[in-house]
C-alpha cells in the first residue's frame, strides 16, 4: 500500500459520493416524490448507520481492511448504478435499506486504513491524506453542478458507480500480504454511557444538535431548489462548504490548544444560530452561497471540539469509541429524526420557514449546551486530575 493509493481511493470515494448525494434529493423531487418521502428516504439513509458500520469492522479486522473495502466497492457501485431506476416509494425504502449495507462502511473503513498506514508511514498524516477526499468532493460538485444542467440528472447514478468501481483498482491487495490493515471499529457501549452522567447528558445534547443541523447537512440542496437556484448553483455551494473545511481543520486544532474543547464547541454552535437565521429570514441565492463559508466553523470546528471533549470524558485507552460516538449519535441518530422532521415541515411550510424554526432549535441546544459545560466544569476537572497520563489535557 501507497500513500498516492489512499489519495486516490479518497479522491474517487468523495468524488463518487458528491456525485449523487448532491443532486438526489433534487431528482426525486423531480420525480414527485413529497417532502414527507425524501425525509423518510433520508432518515432511513441514516439510520442504520451505529448498526452497520462496527458489523463490518469486525469483518474488516478478520479480513483486513482492503479486502473488505473491496466488497464494498464493487457492491455499492452496483446498487447505485441501478438506485435511479426504483420509482415505486415502498420499493425504494428496501432498496435504500439494502443500499445502506454496503454504502455506510466506506467512509469509515477508508478513514481507518489512513490512519493505520500513517502510523506506519511518518511521511504521512490521516489529515494529509483525508485531504483528498474534501477535494473529491469538492471537485464532482463544481463539475456535476455544470454537467447536470446539460443532461439529464438519472446520469448521477451511472457516473457514480463508476467512480466507486474505479476505486477498486488502487485497492490491489498482494497475494502474500505483509499488512494486514485492521479498523480497530468499535461498537458503541450503551451500557457504559447509561453509567458516565456527563457522557450520557452530552450525548443526549449532541443528538439534539444532529437533529438541528439536519437542514444544512442533508436538505441545503432543496433550501436552494426553493430559492429556484440552477444545479450548477447546488454545485457551486456544496464545493464552497467542502473547500471552506479544509484550513479550519488546521485552524481549529491550533485554537484547541489555546481555548479548549469546550469553547471551540460553544463558537461552532454560535455560528450554526447565525448560520441558520440567515437562511430562514434572508432567503437570497448569493447570500446562501456566501453563508457555506461557514461550514468550515459548523462542522470543522465541530468535530475537532468532539473528538478532544469525549475523549476527556472516556477511559484512558478508549479513543476509538468516539469516533463510533460520533458517527452514531450525531450522523446516525441525531441526522435521521432530523430528517423525518424536516420532510414533513417542508410539505408545510417550506425549506426557507424551516431553517428559521430549526435556527431557534438551535439557539436552544445552545443554552442547554452552556448551562452542561457550567454545570460539570468540576467535575470534568476533577477527572482530568484522577486521568494526569491521558494526553488529551486541555478541555475548558
Keep these: 500500500m501507497t500513500g498516492t493509493r489512499i489519495k486516490a481511493i479518497y479522491l474517487l470515494l468523495y468524488m463518487a459520493y458528491a456525485t449523487w448525494r448532491v443532486f438526489y434529493n433534487v431528482f426525486l423531487e423531480d420525480n414527485n416524490f413529497t417532502g414527507a418521502q425524501i425525509g423518510i428516504i433520508n432518515a432511513l439513509f441514516q439510520s442504520s448507520i451505529f448498526i452497520i458500520v462496527p458489523l463490518w469492522g469486525v469483518v474488516a479486522d478478520k479480513q483486513g481492511i482492503r479486502p473488505t473495502l473491496r466488497l464494498v466497492f464493487i457492491a455499492t457501485a452496483i446498487l447505485i448504478f441501478f438506485l435511479g431506476k426504483i420509482q415505486i416509494f415502498g420499493f425504494l425504502v428496501l432498496y435504500i435499506l439494502m443500499l445502506t449495507i454496503f454504502y455506510h462502511p466506506l467512509g469509515p473503513l477508508t478513514d481507518a486504513l489512513a490512519v ?25 460538485s463544481v463539475l456535476g453542478g455544470y454537467l447536470f444542467i446539460h443532461i439529464p440528472l438519472d446520469y448521477i447514478f451511472p457516473v457514480s458507480a463508476a467512480f466507486f468501481i474505479s476505486a477498486v ?10 499488512v494486514i490493515y485492521k479498523s480497530h471499529i468499535q461498537p458503541i457501549s450503551f451500557r457504559f454511557i447509561l453509567r458516565n ?29 426553493e430559492l429556484k437556484a440552477s444545479n450548477k448553483i447546488i454545485g457551486y455551494a456544496y464545493a464552497i462548504q467542502a473547500f471552506s473545511e479544509l484550513p479550519f481543520f ?21 455560528v450554526m444560530v447565525i448560520r441558520m437565521f440567515l437562511y430562514g429570514f434572508f432567503p437570497s441565492i448569493p447570500l446562501a ?8 466553523i ?18 484512558a485507552g478508549q479513543y476509538a469509541l468516539t469516533q463510533s460516538i460520533i458517527w452514531g449519535i450525531y450522523f446516525g441518530i441525531g441526522q435521521t429524526l432530523g430528517s423525518l422532521v424536516i420532510g414533513y415541515l417542508k410539505d408545510l411550510t417550506g425549506m426557507i420557514t424551516v431553517m428559521w424554526v430549526f435556527g431557534i432549535l438551535t439557539c436552544i441546544i445552545l443554552i442547554a449546551t452552556g448551562i452542561h459545560f457550567y454545570l460539570s466544569s468540576e467535575r470534568i476537572k476533577a477527572a482530568g486530575d484522577s486521568r494526569s497520563q491521558d494526553p488529551f489535557k486541555k478541555i475548558h
Design 250 to 270: 488546521i485552524i481549529g486544532e491550533r485554537l484547541m490548544q489555546k481555548l479548549g474543547a469546550k469553547r471551540i464547541i460553544f463558537i461552532s454552535l454560535i
Design 298 to 315: 459548523t462542522l470543522s470546528f465541530l468535530l475537532v471540539g468532539l473528538v478532544e471533549y469525549i475523549h476527556r470524558l472516556l477511559p
Design 169 to 178: 483498482f488502487f485497492l490491489k491487495v498482494p497475494l502474500k500480504r505483509k
Design 289 to 296: 452561497l456566501g453563508l457555506g463559508v461557514l461550514q468550515g
Design 116 to 140: 493505520e498506514f500513517s502510523r506506519k508511514d511518518d511521511l504521512y498524516n490521516y489529515g494529509k491524506l483525508r485531504f483528498w477526499g474534501s477535494l473529491g468532493w469538492a471537485l464532482a
Design 197 to 225: 452522567k456527563l457522557l450520557l447528558i452530552f450525548i443526549i445534547i449532541l443528538t439534539a444538535y444532529g437533529i438541528a443541523c439536519a437542514p444544512v447537512n442533508s436538505f441545503i440542496n432543496l433550501y436552494f431548489t
